[in-house]
T-cell receptor, first 115, second 112 residues
Framework: GAGVSQSPRYKVTKRGQDVALRCDPI?????LYWYRQALGQGPEFLTY????????KSGLPNDRFSAERPEGSISTLTIQRTEQRDSAMYRC?????????????FGEGSRLTVL | TQLLEQSPQFLSIQEGENLTVYCNSS?????LQWYRQEPGEGPVLLVT?????EVKKLKRLTFQFGDARKDSSLHITAAQPGDTGLYLC????????????FGQGTILTVHP
């Protein structure tokens, strides 16, 4: 596809379960970012990768959240032992370059609901 | 305290009206971006402003960066229903331009 693809688009899970959210960036894009967005609010930075290296994970709320991008392409955001407060839209974005200038291309997001 | 304060939070207007959205901060930034997010979609970059006092135009949208590079505004002329969406300002932090801090956004609804 031409854009950033995320799956699943919707995920409903019970409290305590683990979830894995997948992001397939635009082909050839170097950098990949994960954000979390509450309804009607701006996205909140979680973590980002250049190629397969995680450069910054300062936005991950706690150690239940982790992310990987083992081959420098597809990335997975994993939330262990989910809690109701984890319910949100999780957005992935990619960019063709790393560094100090450029544009982010966002995916349509994965909406997580924890019951 | 939010790094970026956007106002108003909600705006509901009739087609053809003009509007201005504001993004303010007490911090100085090297650049600032504006995004529009339509319902069910991800944010899409509209513009990046980098110079104090800079004015950029994108069809009916006019973006201005404050002289002191602490604030910015977005003005829409003759709004149309297709302008409906969430408007977000954002600034980059750290060594990556993609590590963005967003304002809380302005939800704009333009009624036909």
């Amino acid at each position: 596809g031409a854009g950033v693809s995320q799956s699943p688009r919707y995920k409903v899970t019970k409290r305590g379960q683990d979830v894995a959210l997948r992001c397939d960036p635009i082909s050839g894009h170097v950098s990949l970012y994960w954000y979390r967005q509450a309804l009607g609010q701006g996205p909140e930075f979680l973590t980002y990768f250049n190629y397969e290296a995680q450069q910054d994970k300062s936005g991950l709320p706690n150690d239940r959240f982790s992310a990987e991008r083992p081959e420098g392409s597809i990335s997975t955001l994993t939330i262990q032992r989910t809690e109701q407060r984890d319910s949100a839209m999780y957005r992935c974005a990619s960019s063709p370059t790393s560094g100090t200038t450029g544009e982010l291309f966002f995916g349509e997001g994965s909406r997580l609901t924890v019951l | 305290t939010q790094l970026l304060e956007q106002s108003p939070q909600f705006l509901s207007i009739q087609e053809g009206e003009n509007l201005t959205v504001y993004c303010n901060s007490s911090s100085v930034f090297s650049s600032l971006q504006w995004y529009r997010q339509e319902p069910g979609e991800g944010p899409v970059l509209l513009v990046t402003v980098v110079t104090g006092g800079e004015v950029k135009k994108l069809k009916r949208l006019t973006f201005q960066f404050g002289d002191a590079r602490k604030d910015s505004s977005l003005h829409i002329t003759a709004a149309q229903p297709g302008d409906t969406g969430l408007y977000l300002c954002a600034v980059a932090g750290g060594t990556s331009y993609g590590k963005l801090t967003f304002g809380q956004g302005t939800i704009l609804t333009v009624h036909p």
